[in-house]
Each structure stands twice: as C-alpha cells, then as structure tokens.
C-alpha cells in the first residue's frame, strides 16, 4: 500500500513487490497468483485502514453537520498524518485509473462513489435537522467538500506542504457555513 500510494497501483507487480521486500518473485506469485490480485488485495487492505482512520472516527459523530465535520477532519488528519507517503491511497488511484476500464477501475470508482454517497447523506441529515438551508443543493455540497479534501491532500503531497492541511480545514468551514447560512435557528 505504502509503494502504490507513491508509485502507483500499476507500479505495483508482483516482480517490483519481491524487490522491495527482498523475497523471490516465486514467493509473492504463489501468494498473488496475478498483477490484478495484487492490485485488488492492495485495495482491500488500503479500504481496511481507511476505515479505521477516517470512517470509524468520522462515523463516530452525531449525524448531520457534526458527522461532515468528523469525516472531513478525519480525512485531513489521515493525510496530515502521514498514513501513506503518497497522500490518501484512494486520492492517488482517481487519476491513475479515472480513464481506465476493468475491475481496478470499478473498485476505485465504487470506493469514491460510497465515499461521496456518505458526505451527501451526512449532508441531507443536516438538512432534516434543520442545520443546513432545506434548499442546499446536497450533490454540489458534497461536490465541494470532496474537491476541499482531495486539493488539500494533493497539494499538501506535491509541495510537501503541511500548510496546504490548514487550507483545506478553513475550505471545509466554509463550505458547511454556506450552507448552514439560511438554516433556522442559525446565527451569522
């Protein structure tokens, strides 16, 4: 996970993974049998700790506005944190296989669609507490959160710039204040 959070999924084969860990290629192709087995059990494993680092705690909130508050910032910690080199695991597989097609594909585009579906739920359940505007718009709201998080991990990666977190925090804030700004019971 470490390796393909860096180099990428398709980096990843059975020949490099030996290398890197100082075993014979025999060894890793009779656990793997395939490249696309390697790739799928990599996914599986980056899903586990994606649970544990972001869902568990982000899940753990109140639901509505707070939970999009605990799954935003468990987001930004994971990457500020370092959990993978690479950034978020499933942030670097979007461009690596946004064009693609096949199970890899699926599997990335699945993970983001679940990913999304959960902040738009979150979203709705603010709306039905009366936290955000009833006309919030709640696929644009997810849209923007998503675009906040994934910027912030990418440009936190590429300029190895911890501030870039911070950025992504504030853009957070004010997303969910846009949206909470005509919500009953608000105070500006």
Known sequence: MR??????LGALTIGRLAAELGISKSGV???FRSK????????????A??????LAPGLAAPDGRARLEALAEAFLSYVERGVFPGGCFFAQ????????????HDAVAGD???????LEDAAAAAVARGEFDPRTDLKQLAFELTAALEVANYLSVLHRDPSMIAHGRRAVRGILSRASGSAPGHQA
């Open 3 to 8: 390796l393909a959070s860096v180099e990428g």
């Open 29 to 31: 192709y009779a656990h």
């Open 36 to 47: 696309e087995r390697l790739q799928m059990e990599t996914i599986h494993a980056a899903r």
């Open 49 to 54: 700790i994606f649970q544990q680092e972001v």
């Open 93 to 104: 597989m979007l461009g690596e296989f946004d064009a693609q097609t096949g199970v890899i």
């Open 112 to 118: 983001h669609g679940g990913w999304f579906s959960l």
